[in-house]
């Protein structure tokens, strides 16, 4: 089994910036794609960005390209996700995944997720 926890969401004004973080516990292997997503509200959840423990493939939304940078910590089995000149349109609740397979934007092709962040952008 594999457990995720987020950290890192909060209220902040439009043009700053947050850090969210995504420790990741029990079994994982290098080749686990761990993806970041959003919900906003009343909207379905969608892709953000995705990296593997190894190698540097990294893939984003094209709404998030140039500010938001995912990054991961192989020793401590952290994931991040840099956000850079937030939006209001940026509100959701963030969630980290984990995908056993191949690199995948689809939420369901993740088999692990973590209980979500709340992220609010005030303009």
């Known amino acids: 089994q594999v457990l995720l926890v987020e950290s890192g969401g909060g209220l902040v004004q439009a043009g700053g910036s947050l850090r969210l973080s995504c420790a990741a516990s029990?079994?994982?292997?290098?080749?686990?794609?761990m993806g970041w997503f959003r919900q906003p509200p009343g909207k379905e959840r969608e892709f953000v960005a995705a990296?593997?423990?190894?190698?540097?493939?990294?893939y984003y939304a094209d709404s998030v390209k140039g500010r938001f940078t995912i990054s991961r910590d192989n020793a401590k089995k952290t994931v991040y996700l840099q956000m850079n000149s937030l939006k209001p349109e940026d509100t959701a609740v963030y969630y980290c995944?984990?995908?056993?397979?191949?690199?995948?934007?689809?939420?369901?092709?993740?088999?692990?997720w973590g209980q979500g962040t709340q992220v609010t952008v005030s303009s």
């Open positions: 995944a984990l995908d056993l397979g191949a690199y995948s934007n689809n939420p369901k092709d993740y088999e692990y």
């Open positions: 029990g079994r994982t292997f290098s080749s686990d794609v």
């Open positions: 990296i593997r423990w190894t190698g540097f493939s990294i």
